[in-house]
């Protein structure tokens, strides 16, 4: 059975950070590029940063240059570092997995973002 689990969400204030995890099972972690995407109330699911299984990496223009993906194989997780936080980074944050047509996703994690 295929689990993604993400965890790592909260409220925090404009400015600050949080780094999201997402901890995968019943897969070849390894062999599979993972995704982050969110999706704010009233708004479509849309894509934040994706790492392949080579490592090379691509981000939403929203997001470049404040948050970073990451992927620790031997721990089959994928991380999502947030750094200056804004009010419109407020979403649920859900991990995706995807190889060779077949995808998975997580349960989601809240990221709220208010003074």
């Known amino acids: 059975q295929v689990r993604l689990v993400e965890s790592g969400g909260g409220l925090v204030q404009p400015g600050e950070s949080l780094r999201l995890s997402c901890a995968a099972s019943g897969i070849r972690f390894s062999i599979y590029g993972m995704g982050w995407y969110r999706q704010a109330p009233g708004k479509q699911r849309e894509l934040v940063a994706t790492?392949?299984?080579?490592?090379?990496?691509a981000y939403a223009d929203s997001v470049k240059g404040r948050f970073t993906i990451s992927r620790d194989n031997a721990k089959n997780t994928v991380y999502l570092q947030m750094n200056s936080l804004k009010p419109e980074d407020t979403a649920v944050y859900y991990c995706?997995?995807?190889?060779?047509?077949?995808?998975?996703w997580g349960q989601g994690t809240q990221v709220t973002v208010s003074s």
């Open positions: 790492i392949t299984s080579g490592v090379s990496t």
């Open positions: 995706n997995a995807v190889f060779m047509g077949s995808g998975y």
